[in-house]
Nanobody
Framework: VQLVESGGGLVQAGGSLRLSCAASGRTFSSKAMGWFRQAPGKEREFVATIRWSGGDLYYADSVKGRFTISRDNAKNTVYLQMNSLKPEDTAVYYC??????????????????WGPGTQVTVSS
């Protein structure tokens, strides 16, 4: 499975961005896809994820009500709509996919494939 993110950039606080993650390869094997982010000097943290089967959604508390994850099955693409952005949302955002069933999909360690990341910078 290959993942490529796009849509990052520079935005003012209160603004919006939409990230996309296009998957290719053995995408039928993927059980969930999610977004993580890593700010300078910090660990990579969970943001949001969606299960392919059932469409269950999960969000970090810090982004609930502001971010929305969605998918387009036909395009093998997952999106992250980010609204009301804050300077603390500044980070490199990574797309990830797991092939594993029955795992805690909010945990970084269960993900098997990662994209190269896309920078999101929110100015105050």
């Amino acid at each position: 499975v290959q993942l490529v993110e796009s849509g990052g950039g520079l935005v003012q606080a209160g603004g919006s961005l939409r990230l996309s993650c296009a998957a290719s390869g053995r995408t039928f094997s993927s059980k969930a896809m999610g977004w993580f982010r890593q700010a300078p000097g910090k660990e990579r943290e969970f943001v949001a994820t969606i299960r392919w089967s059932g469409g269950d959604l999960y969000y970090a508390d810090s982004v609930k009500g502001r971010f929305t994850i969605s998918r387009d099955n036909a395009k093998n693409t997952v999106y992250l709509q980010m609204n009301s952005l804050k300077p603390e949302d500044t980070a490199v955002y990574y797309c990830a996919a797991t092939l594993q069933r029955g795992v805690r999909v909010t945990t970084r360690g269960v993900y098997d494939y990662w994209g190269p990341g896309t920078q999101v910078t929110v100015s105050s």
